[in-house]
């Protein structure tokens, strides 16, 4: 990869991180579609995040302080005990983010080799961009969008990080899952939006100091160097796009995401049929 086909990516990642048409799709897409040509791989994307995650830190750095804070302050035990209520809406909220962050620990450790080969089949990405766009309009149509954050329960918080889980298939997109879930349960756009957010921090910070760690060279892989680069990309564009999401959501609905999954997901099946994308990293073009 060269150091412009690094800030490609980083700039695709920072664009779509956050939106809900699934940064692991753009990825991988435009990565075949470059010079150098082929999937990145989980690895690249799940590094890259680390990008867009520290823009979230950025951005939200009161909100997850206070956050943090709190739930500290009402553990019982530990220096801190006792200095702040059990009823906390703050220390209520951190125990919120880690129960929702376990579905795609967990999922993501059973069904790691999956993730990284076979789910990242391009057929597969168009389906999930295509049928998980549908449901995103559907909720944003029929949601009561009334309820917000304070008003969450633990039923809500599992079926928020089950919803964050099915990101792990290239296609659903972290953002989109949450922010579908949330309009479902009734929650508003914005307060939605705000949860996937923050929920996603302890996944993706995990993910990718996991992978850092532990992914092994590959021949064809992005170096260091051209991962570095991408990663800083997607931190300065990743938050811009915080702050112009947040506000758009505001007045506007869903729909326009909507319709480009489905149009995205129509321009990868006709790449797949013509030959210019392979289903799998490395393989023949359909």
């Known amino acids: 990869m060269t150091w412009w ?4 990516l980083g700039l695709v990642q920072g ?11 753009h990825i991988r897409v435009v990565g075949e579609l470059l010079p150098g ?12 995040q680390l ?8 951005y939200f750095r009161r909100d997850i302080v206070r956050i943090v804070k709190a739930w500290f302050g009402a553990l019982p035990v530990g220096p801190w005990k006792g200095t702040v209520p059990r009823s906390d809406p703050d220390a209520r909220m951190g125990w919120l983010i880690i129960l929702g962050s ?31 766009g549908l449901l995103l309009g559907f909720a944003d149509t029929t949601g009561k969008k009334t309820k917000q954050l304070g008003e969450m329960s633990w039923r809500d ?25 949330g309009l479902l349960l009734g929650y508003t756009r914005e307060a939605a939006a705000r949860y996937a957010f923050l929920l ?5 910070f995990g993910s990718g100091l996991y992978q850092l760690v532990t992914a092994e060279p590959t021949p064809g892989a992005p170096g260091a160097g051209a ?49 210019v994308l392979s289903p799998l990293a490395g393989t023949a073009g359909a």
């Open 15 to 25: 664009l779509t991180e956050f939106l809900p048409i699934s940064s692991s799709a």
């Open 5 to 8: 086909e690094a800030v490609v």
């Open 37 to 48: 040509g082929g999937d990145p791989g989980a690895a690249f994307t799940a590094i890259t």
């Open 200 to 204: 996603a921090v302890p996944a993706v």
């Open 102 to 132: 376990i579905p795609i620990v967990v999922l993501g450790l059973l069904f790691e080799d999956a993730i990284e080969t076979s789910l990242r089949h391009l057929a597969i990405t168009a389906a999930m961009l295509a049928g998980f």
């Open 157 to 181: 918080g599992i079926l928020f990080g089950l919803a964050q889980a099915l990101a792990l298939i290239p296609g659903v997109s972290r953002s989109g899952g949450t922010i579908t879930m």
């Open 51 to 58: 990008g867009t995650e520290t823009a979230v830190l950025l």
């Open 227 to 275: 991962t570095g680069l991408a990663t800083l990309v997607a931190f300065g564009v990743g938050f811009l796009v915080i702050v112009w999401f947040l506000k758009l959501i505001s007045t506007r609905s869903y729909w326009p995401f909507v319709w480009y999954r489905l149009a995205l997901a129509a321009a990868i099946v006709v790449l797949l049929l013509t030959g």
